[in-house]
């Protein structure tokens, strides 16, 4: 963790979403120069091991920027799991993409722009 070289930025699906969220956390919490510039989660789900309440709170929000994207007919990582993760970031610097098909990363134009448009943010 106190390499920063790779903290510019982060995308994490799955269980690689939970981990980068994890990060997140524990970057901004950690008095090392880390900075991570914006994360982008694929159906994403928050960690349900009590030893990362206090990263993944409700309470103490992860301020860095962030994209959620999940699809609406997902039945590997349900919406609501997604959506539980997407509660752990501050709601002033995460994006929401949601799409009405299942466990993927969508490629239909609305979704494609939308993941580009945040991505352009931080070029």
Not at 47 to 58: A, E, I, N, R, Y
Not at 59 to 73: R, Y
Not at 102 to 122: C, M, N, S, W
């Amino acid at each position: 963790m106190k390499d920063t070289s790779m903290c510019g930025k982060s995308k994490g699906h799955l269980k690689g979403a939970a981990m980068a969220a994890l990060l997140c956390g524990e970057l901004l919490n950690d008095e090392t120069s880390a900075d991570p510039r914006f994360v982008m989660m694929f159906s994403g789900f928050r960690s349900t091991d009590k030893q990362h309440d206090s990263v993944l709170s409700d309470v103490n929000k992860i301020q860095v920027p962030s994209l959620h994207v999940f699809g609406k007919a997902d039945q590997w990582v349900l919406p609501e799991r997604s959506l539980g993760l997407l509660e752990c970031f501050d709601e002033n610097t995460r994006e929401l993409v949601e799409h009405e098909r299942g466990h993927l990363v969508p490629t239909d134009a609305e979704q494609r722009i939308k993941i580009k448009e945040f991505i352009g943010k931080f070029l």
